[in-house]
C-alpha cells in the first residue's frame, strides 16, 4: 500500500492529455482525401497567395465567393475612381461613391478629382467632404490644403470658394 506521501502524481503532461488541452494530443486528420478534394485546397492556396503578392487581395475573394454585380460595380467604379484620367468616367463613377453613403472620404479619391480642375467633380467631392468624419485628418496633409487654398484663390465659381473657405475653416485652417 501507499501512503499519500508516496503516491505516484501523475506529470502536467498526463494531465493535459486527460483534458485533451495539450500539444501532445494529436488531431485526428481523416485518413483519406481525395485527389480532386486535395487539388481544390491547392488552387485555392495558391490564388489566395497570388493575391497577397499582387496586393488585389479583396478582388480576388469577391471573384472566389462569387461576383454579385454590387461587387463587380464597386471593384469598376473603385478602379476608375483610382485610376481613370477621363472626367466622364471619373464624375459618374464619383457619383456612385458618394451615393454608397461612406462615412469616410478616400484621400486618394479627394486628391484624383482635385486634380481634374472642373468645377462639378470638385463640387461633388468637396461637399461629400464636409459631412466626412476623416475631414481633420485629410486636412492634416499639406497637399490636399494646398490644392484647396489654390482653388479657392483661382475658382471663378463663387459657390466653390464659399465651399472651400468653409472646408478650410472645420479644419482650424
Known amino acids: 500500500m ?9 506529470s502536467w503532461r498526463e494531465i493535459d492529455k486527460k483534458k485533451d488541452r ?3 494530443v494529436q488531431e485526428e486528420k481523416p485518413q483519406y482525401q481525395s485527389k480532386k478534394s486535395r487539388a481544390v485546397i491547392a488552387n485555392y492556396k495558391h ?9 488585389k487581395v479583396a478582388e480576388v ?6 461576383d454579385t454585380p454590387e461587387k463587380k ?4 467604379n473603385m478602379k476608375i475612381l483610382l485610376s481613370s484620367g477621363d472626367p466622364e468616367r471619373f464624375s459618374k463613377a464619383l457619383d456612385w461613391y458618394i451615393k454608397q453613403g ?3 472620404i478616400n484621400p486618394e479619391i479627394l486628391n484624383r478629382a482635385l486634380d481634374f480642375e472642373r468645377d462639378e467633380i470638385t ?4 461637399t461629400a467632404l464636409r459631412v466626412a468624419r476623416n475631414l481633420k485628418d485629410i486636412l492634416s496633409q499639406r497637399n490636399i490644403c ?3 487654398n489654390l482653388i479657392q484663390m483661382t475658382s471663378r465659381d463663387i459657390r466653390l470658394k464659399y465651399l472651400v473657405k468653409e472646408i478650410l475653416s472645420m479644419g482650424g485652417l
Open 123 to 126: 463640387l461633388n467631392i468637396l
Open 2 to 10: 501507499y501512503d499519500d506521501g508516496e503516491r505516484e502524481r501523475p
Open 146 to 148: 494646398e490644392k484647396l
Open 61 to 66: 475573394v469577391d471573384k472566389m465567393e462569387g
Open 47 to 55: 490564388k489566395l497567395k497570388e493575391a497577397f503578392r499582387s496586393g
Open 102 to 104: 461612406y462615412e469616410e
Open 22 to 24: 495539450s500539444r501532445f
Open 73 to 76: 460595380a464597386k471593384r469598376e
